[in-house]
């Protein structure tokens, strides 16, 4: 008899922004005349560089002539793609990557979710907290995030690292040794990074205790300040024991378009066997490659127009976070993010919780923030606004909360 996975009925509640959506909704149909302000999700709000449009649409035209017609992909991506990536994302940084390490993808959060296919269920889990929460949900649908402890909001298998005001919302490493760490920065949901020197510390502590470390870089194109690392392979060391995932829809408005990639380094073995091929096992077991007309939109990122036009969409945003951030911390809140990613994280008045906080948000400013608890237990006390919404709309959004 049909039995279903077991571990879906362990999951909390409804997903975040399902509620989120619900509550707006609701709030929007009893209070029709209002105009609400949506900061809340992290979703792009640019339309694509018009060199990526030209790209996309030569790329149909070549779909449609037999000549250059093409059928499915190379599971790991087009050369051509790869070739972009290593040459603009990691050579000129000094990075030396090869293109048989790279794994192209629609998006970071199907691998951010499958890249736990290739570890054992018996591995420990390591999750920053508060934390994106694919890298949680997932090893939760196979089990290995242990049963949810309702009273104490969190996972019984994993382990927490606190990410809170005292130490720059970067973890310390956790008392108890994992195998699997997963890092995120710039991070989402707080805009925090860490510095060069303090990743290579978790390099380093990573390749003593054995452990693989999970990296999304997902915000990297965010980075202003200089000492702050794009890739975790400005690591020494960090070749041998960390994957890196990167995505084109926060730094190339691909949100709707679905592009990405994984980096796994050849020389990445744990456990006597080689993460390389073990990953490019696993996409040919379950993938089929992204589109033509997609990876040739994505190698139009890494044209000089390319870049030149995406990076005016990045400054763009960030001119909203600096609107978010000047203006909230001019009204007296406490905010931090928001320099190095497009995401600003602001304490709670007077003690609020997230959800009371976000509810008279939108009551009171007819603005939509995300809840910190809904990122994980240490994001209590913490509403999550974003850059992505248009500059005017961030500086009304920006007025009304305070004038609240
Ligand atoms: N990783 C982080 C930290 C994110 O915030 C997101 C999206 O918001 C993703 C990965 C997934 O990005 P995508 O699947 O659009 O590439």
Redesign the pocket.
């Known amino acids: 008899m049909f039995k279903v996975n077991e571990n879906y009925a362990k999951l909390p509640g409804s997903y975040l922004f399902a509620t989120i959506n619900r509550k707006v909704k609701e709030y929007q149909a009893a209070h029709p005349e209002e105009r609400i302000i949506r900061l809340g999700i992290?979703d792009v709000t640019q339309p694509l560089a018009p060199v990526i449009v030209d790209a996309m649409k030569k790329a149909a035209d070549e779909m449609g002539r037999a000549e250059t017609f093409q059928g499915y992909p190379d599971y790991e991506g087009y050369a051509f793609l790869r070739e972009a990536i290593v040459a603009g994302d990691y050579l000129a940084r000094g990075v030396q990557i090869g293109i048989d390490e790279i794994f192209v993808n629609?998006?970071?959060?199907?691998d951010?979710a499958d890249l736990g296919d290739i570890f054992s269920l018996k591995n420990k889990i390591a999750v920053c907290d508060p934390v994106?929460p694919?890298y949680v949900d997932s090893n939760a649908l196979v089990g290995r995030s242990g049963d949810w402890l309702k009273d104490k909001g969190c996972w019984s298998n994993l382990v927490y690292m606190p990410c809170t005001a005292e130490n720059g919302f970067a973890p310390e490493f956790p008392e108890e040794t994992p195998d699997v760490i997963y890092l995120?920065f710039p991070?989402?949901p707080t805009g925090a990074t860490v510095t060069k020197d303090r990743l290579q510390e978790w390099v380093d502590y990573a390749r003593k205790v054995g452990a693989l470390i999970i990296f999304?870089a997902?915000?990297e194109a965010y980075i202003s300040e200089e000492n702050v690392p794009h890739s975790i392979y400005e690591c020494e060391g960090a070749k041998e024991c960390a994957i890196e995932?990167r995505?084109?829809?926060?730094n190339a408005g691909?949100?709707g378009v679905?592009?990405?990639f994984t980096v796994v380094p050849r020389d990445l073995k744990l456990d006597g066997v080689s993460l390389n091929q073990i990953w490019l096992k696993h996409q040919e077991i379950k993938f089929n490659g992204v589109s033509y007309v997609v990876q040739k939109a994505g190698a139009a990122v890494y044209t000089p127009e390319g870049r030149a036009q995406t990076q005016a969409q990045v400054n763009y945003y960030m001119n909203n976070a600096k609107v978010i951030r000047q203006g909230l911390s001019d009204a007296g809140y406490t905010v931090s993010g928001g320099v190095n990613a497009p995401y600003i994280w602001l304490k709670t008045p007077e003690g609020m919780t997230s959800w009371d906080f976000f509810d008279k948000l939108l009551e009171t400013a007819h603005v939509v923030g995300t809840p910190g608890s809904g990122f994980g237990p240490h994001g209590e006390g913490y509403l999550r606004l974003t850059a992505f919404g248009s500059y005017e709309n961030t500086v009304e959004a920006i007025e009304r909360i305070k004038n609240m």
């Open positions: 992290g629609d998006g970071a959060k199907c951010s994106y694919v995120c991070n989402n999304d997902a915000y995932m995505s084109f829809s926060k691909f949100t679905r592009l990405g």
